[in-house]
């Protein structure tokens, strides 16, 4: 029971993460669209701040829960498997999970120089950085639910 409510809780906080990662780099390209509307501009950068720092504790609440599931086995082997003993595909997942953390924080950066008055990519290139994430979360969702090697 106590493995269920594990995987459970990590995929609510790393749906809510996602969320994250999928609708800041939007608020980038508005506000990079907002020109000089200094009043959307802030409310944007608000809007941006308040996300970043929701992903972050959304991140963080799914990497310790899923750090439960890969060694909590170690801890209580009564309450939660071995889910991937030698498996291999565990290591690409978390790379691709690191790559994806890393998007969010380059877009968290990308997100503090707007708010600095420094420029950002154009918002042509910026729509272009947000369909980043769809695929790697596709190789991830394809490794979790495959587990090709």
Same mark, same amino acid.
């Given at each position: 029971?106590?493995?269920?409510?594990?995987?459970?809780? !990590?995929?609510? *906080?790393?749906? #809510?993460?996602?969320? $994250?990662?999928?609708?800041?780099?939007?608020? +980038? @390209?508005?506000?990079?669209?907002?020109?000089?509307?200094?009043?959307?501009?802030?409310?944007?950068?608000?809007?941006?701040?308040?996300?970043?720092?929701?992903? !972050?504790?959304? *991140?963080?609440? #799914?990497?310790?829960? $899923?750090?439960?599931?890969?060694?909590?086995? +170690? @801890?209580?082997?009564?309450?939660?498997?071995?889910?991937?003993?030698?498996?291999?595909?565990?290591?690409?997942?978390?790379?691709?999970?690191?790559?994806?953390?890393?998007?969010?924080?380059?877009?968290?950066?990308?997100?503090?120089?707007?708010?600095?008055?420094?420029? +950002?990519?154009?918002?042509?290139?910026?729509?272009?950085?947000?369909?980043?994430?769809?695929?790697?979360?596709?190789?991830?969702?394809?490794?979790?639910?495959?587990?090709?090697?």
């Amino acid at each position: 029971m106590a493995y269920l409510w594990t995987k459970s809780l !990590h995929l609510l *906080f790393v749906m #809510a993460w996602m969320g $994250g990662v999928f609708y800041l780099p939007r608020i +980038l @390209v508005n506000i990079a669209e907002a020109g000089d509307a200094p009043v959307v501009r802030e409310r944007l950068l608000l809007m941006g701040k308040r996300l970043y720092s929701f992903g !972050h504790n959304m *991140f963080g609440l #799914a990497f310790l829960l $899923g750090l439960v599931l890969w060694l909590g086995h +170690l @801890v209580a082997p009564q309450w939660w498997p071995d889910l991937v003993g030698g498996m291999k595909w565990i290591h690409a997942k978390l790379t691709l999970v690191i790559v994806m953390m890393a998007y969010y924080v380059f877009c968290g950066r990308l997100l503090k120089r707007a708010a600095a008055g420094g420029v +950002l990519p154009s918002a042509k290139a910026l729509r272009i950085i947000n369909e980043l994430p769809v695929l790697l979360l596709l190789a991830i969702i394809y490794l979790v639910i495959a587990k090709p090697f």
